[in-house]
């Protein structure tokens, strides 16, 4: 499949989220943690989508307050994919995306935590975070340095939108974050698939993985 050309939607940043190691104490994302930006890339890409990142010594993120982004006239651009990621210590916020008439809900997780586990019986519940992850960090920074082990994640949160929209008005909750942000011109949106996990009499029944395939 050919390369989708994407276009970086410019953001207003405000938060200073990532943290190189020997300033640790400077960034803030969520309660004193922040991602470590010696292992966060300038580019991220997802699938076909590229995000461009702003991951120096500065500010680096932008906190979602019913700010409007732009997008050139003109444009033939179907589809807005957020990078995202929730500032909370576990639970995904919702929010509500406009562009022009339309509207959009999502649901973006937590930076941080599990992203799923099995569930044994009469123990722990069985899950799988339901949102694309676009970007794995294998730790995150406090105020004295490394948390080895503490994984981080950004999400692509898609918005579908009209050919030649050229506003879209971000949800008024603070707790999504935005790293990046890119319109692109694609076709349809894959079907996830489901499949039943495998399990035995340990584990909880109807557990459903769902993946996102593209061909």
């Known amino acids: 499949m050919a390369a989708t050309e994407s276009y970086k ?99 973006v997780p937590s930076y941080t935590g599990f992203i799923g586990q099995w569930g044994h019986d009469g123990h722990t519940t069985g899950y799988l975070t339901d949102a694309e992850i676009a970007h794995v960090g294998t730790h995150r920074h406090d105020s004295d340095g490394d948390c080895y082990y503490e994984f981080t994640y950004m999400y692509a949160i898609p918005v579908d939108i009209v050919p030649g929209t050229t506003e879209v008005v971000l949800p008024n909750k603070p707790e999504i974050v935005l790293f990046a942000a890119s319109a692109v011109n694609e076709g349809p949106a894959a079907t996830p698939a489901s499949a039943p996990v495998p399990h035995s009499h340990h584990y909880r029944r109807n557990f459903t993985c769902r993946c996102r395939y593209q061909i």
């Not at 300038?42 to 699938?47: D, L, Q």
């Not at 500032?87 to 649901?107: C, H, N, R």
Request: proline share 4%; aromatic share 10%.
């Open 9 to 107: 939607i410019p953001l207003s940043y405000d938060k200073k989220a990532m943290t190189w190691n020997g300033f640790t104490n400077q960034g803030d994302f969520h309660d004193g943690y922040s991602y470590a930006a010696e292992i966060t890339p300038a580019t991220v890409k997802s699938g076909n989508v590229t995000f461009s990142l702003e991951n120096k010594a500065t500010i680096n993120a932008m906190k979602c307050e019913g700010d409007t982004l732009q997008l050139p006239a003109g444009n033939n651009y179907n589809r807005v994919y957020l990078l995202a990621a929730a500032a909370t210590d576990g639970a995904p916020v919702e929010g509500t995306v406009k562009a022009g008439k339309s509207e959009t809900a999502i649901s």
